[in-house]
């Protein structure tokens, strides 16, 4: 018999809360990973970087389970039918694995859950992701924050040694199931194929998170962690690097309970990942939705050098900063009134580090309808961003170098027009309450 770890957005041996339960269970523990067909054929871009680094990560374990004389097994298809054929073919007590705060994924999660205990298969489900989930933060009342600066604090009253403490996996590795190495389906197997995609490396700059508050707004340095990719698919553990914020810089250890807070409001709101606005009076806006205006967003010709900047880098490379993030995403909602929704499916589309709670997030924040949102009348002035954060052009130069052209294209809309314009779209929309 065997007790089953199924990986899905933790991809690491080390610090692992699932892997870590199914090791000190009775039986030799195999690990698993599903390529979800669901998910992979909805992808419409068959070169994408994150299958590609999800494939490459998965070499990776597989060399390290090899020397450990075990080997992960990688299938590829719907979750419930490859559950299906792994229980006949291996006698399994127990399945581990770690909590996902998706709708899609708590659905299949329950779906697997019945199935598994049909079969008599305990089916045990772990927090990892997260340093605090579901109601471990809640307020007097035992309701859930919707303002961050409350949460935090919470949060970091509550944190404690226990909270932050690693999974020592590694005392048990001599518990992996013993068999041959599992071959693994290539990326066109999957049908899929190579980018030429540079990942960010796994380490933590300490040097330079020592200076994260001073740095972490200038988007023509590389001034944060850039750790993005390895939170999203649990290459790296949240706990190691929450251990170590707090004795590196408290401004990083803020980006990190933003990241918990999120997770925190998509267990609590579900509605926001039905395409709901988490403040639902705001879907009564009237979007413009100018289709030209948006591919001109999207390819990085607005006519304002930041917010092209910002989009020619996330096209070219998969990632943009998160000031810059902020700007585009307030650009698209408020100076060209397109549903915000629809910027949120590009970056999905485009960014390594996607991950829906975080974007969303984002995205609601810029629009205002979101928790904690700045409130709608703050508008973002292209302009005035790109004087205070990037007053020497480093950074758009870099990704636009024909600004310094006397025939650079006229921006778009006009800054005081489209300020006017959406403010009297969000006051229509919100009056009607
Ligand atoms: P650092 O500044 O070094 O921060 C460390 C880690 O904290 C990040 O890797 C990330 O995991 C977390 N973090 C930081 N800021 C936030 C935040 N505001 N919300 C949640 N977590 C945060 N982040 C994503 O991980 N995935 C997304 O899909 C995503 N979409 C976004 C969309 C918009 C419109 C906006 C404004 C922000 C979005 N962010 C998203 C948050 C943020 O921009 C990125 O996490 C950050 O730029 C990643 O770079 P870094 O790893 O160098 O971050």
New binding site residues.
């Given amino acids: 018999k065997v007790s089953i770890f199924w990986y899905r957005r933790d991809l690491r041996l080390d610090d692992n809360a699932g892997l870590y339960y199914a090791l000190r269970s009775k039986y030799p523990t195999l690990p698993i990973f599903i390529f979800d067909s669901e998910i992979l054929d909805d992808l419409g871009n068959k070169h994408d970087a994150r299958v590609e680094f999800i494939y490459k990560t998965l070499l990776d374990l597989q060399q390290q389970l090899t020397k450990l004389g075990s080997s992960i097994i990688v299938r590829y298809g719907k979750p419930l039918e490859v559950w299906k054929s792994l229980v006949e073919e291996f006698e399994i007590a127990e399945v581990h694995t770690n909590h996902d705060y998706e709708n899609y994924a708590i659905k299949r999660d329950k779906q697997i859950g019945e199935l598994l205990n049909a079969h008599g298969i305990g089916f045990y489900t772990h927090k990892d992701q997260t340093i605090f989930e579901k109601n471990e933060i809640l307020t007097g009342n035992k309701t859930p924050y919707t303002v961050f600066t409350p949460y935090s604090r919470k949060w970091k009253e509550q944190l404690n040694d226990f909270y932050m403490k690693s999974y020592p996996t590694e005392k048990y590795f001599t518990d992996f199931l013993k068999i041959e190495s599992q071959p693994i389906p290539s990326l066109n197997e999957i049908g899929f194929f190579e980018t030429e995609q540079d990942f960010p490396k796994k380490i933590i700059d300490e040097k330079l998170i020592e200076k994260y508050d001073t740095l972490?707004d200038i988007p023509s340095i590389q001034g944060?962690?850039?750790?993005?990719v390895h939170?999203?698919f649990g290459t790296v553990s949240v706990r190691k690097l929450v251990q170590r914020a707090i004795k590196l810089n408290q401004t990083?250890l803020n980006?990190?309970i933003?990241?918990d807070f999120?997770m925190n409001i998509l267990h609590h709101f579900p509605h926001i990942n039905e395409g709901e606005a988490f403040r639902r009076e705001y879907d009564a806006i009237e979007w413009r939705n100018n289709e030209e205006e948006f591919q001109a967003w999207c390819e990085g010709k607005t006519g304002y050098p930041i917010v092209d900047a910002g989009m020619r880098e996330l096209n070219q490379t998969g990632f943009m900063?998160?000031r810059v993030?902020?700007i585009t995403?307030s650009f698209l909602v408020k100076h060209l009134l397109i549903d915000w929704r629809w910027g949120e499916a590009y970056?999905a589309e485009k960014?390594l580090?996607?991950?829906f709670a975080?974007?969303n997030?984002?995205?609601q924040?810029?629009a205002g309808s979101g928790c904690d949102a700045a409130p709608y009348f703050r508008i973002f002035n292209p302009t005035a961003q790109t004087k205070k954060f990037d007053p020497e052009l480093k950074y758009v130069k870099r990704w636009v170098p024909e600004v310094s052209n006397f025939d650079y294209p006229e921006p778009i809309v006009e800054h005081t027009f489209a300020r006017e314009r959406v403010l009297k779209a969000y006051k229509t929309a919100l009056d009607k309450k």
Wanted: glycine residues 6%; aromatic residues 22%.
């Fill in positions: 972490r944060t962690s850039r750790l993005s939170l999203r990083w980006e990190l933003w990241r999120y900063h998160n993030r902020m995403a970056f960014l580090d996607y991950d975080a974007n997030g984002g995205w924040w810029a």
